[in-house]
């Protein structure tokens, strides 16, 4: 897989304008603050490629970033408390226009490890089987566990989830934690993504 220097492409908020590309599309969800931005910038290697901040709904649109092999899409988090009705609606639009009407390789799912799984997480994963989209669960800030923590709390956030602890990958934006398995995990789903298409 050739990783050429990430760029940012373009920010989009409504369904008319999602970015038509052949490129397979590696999507990254989850709640707001919960470290989507900063594992975008892990995997680039870069410190400011996306945007992150302390306040959580930071990024409300969808974000595009070329990665060469594939393209990183940023989408805006969920599940932040001072939003109102009419903004949680139009999350829950373009959430759906995404997940309906692009063709997703791989959705990286990702919830804190420090936290049990919210509901807001379970009904995210519940679209991913209905839209029948491939996914890897990533377990976010293990930095902030004590070492001996990492694989004992992987394994009560697996169980939340009911899942294998092999099937979430922990991740640290700090230690860089993970990096090569979450490529790894990019990589096994792009070619199986390549080898549906040929069947199409
Ligand atoms: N210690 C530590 N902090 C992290 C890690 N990942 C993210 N953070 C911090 O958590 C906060 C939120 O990170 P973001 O990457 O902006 O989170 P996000 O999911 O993109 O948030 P929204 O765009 O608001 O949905 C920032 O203060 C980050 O520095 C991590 O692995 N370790
Ligand atoms: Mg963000």
């Keep these: 897989m050739k990783i050429t220097t990430p760029k940012f492409v373009t920010s989009v908020a409504s369904e008319k304008n999602f970015l038509k590309t052949d490129k397979p599309i590696i999507a990254v969800a989850g709640k707001s603050n919960v470290g989507k931005s900063s594992l975008i910038n892990m ?6 490629l996306a945007k992150t901040s302390n306040t959580p709904g930071r990024t409300r649109l969808i974000n595009y970033f070329d990665f060469g092999a594939f393209m990183l899409v940023d989408l805006p988090g969920y599940g932040f408390a001072r939003v109102n009705k009419e903004e949680k609606q139009k999350w829950g639009k373009l959430m759906e226009g995404f997940l309906s009407s692009q063709k997703i390789a791989l959705l990286l799912s990702l919830v804190d490890i420090r936290h049990d799984p919210t509901a807001d997480d379970v009904m995210m994963i519940n ?28 394994k009560e956030v697996a169980t939340f989830l009911r899942v294998t602890e092999n099937e979430l990958i922990a991740t640290s934006a700090e230690s ?8 790894d995990a990019i990589e096994r789903a792009i070619t199986v993504s390549a080898e549906n298409q040929g069947e199409e």
């Excluded at 995997?43 to 400011?48: E, T």
């Design 43 to 48: 995997l680039a290697g870069m410190k400011k």
């Design 127 to 154: 679209y991913l089987y209905h839209y029948a989209i491939p996914f890897a669960l990533v377990a976010t800030k293990a930095d902030k566990l004590a070492k001996t923590k990492v694989k004992p709390r992987l």
């Design 176 to 183: 860089r934690l993970g990096k090569e398995s979450v490529f």
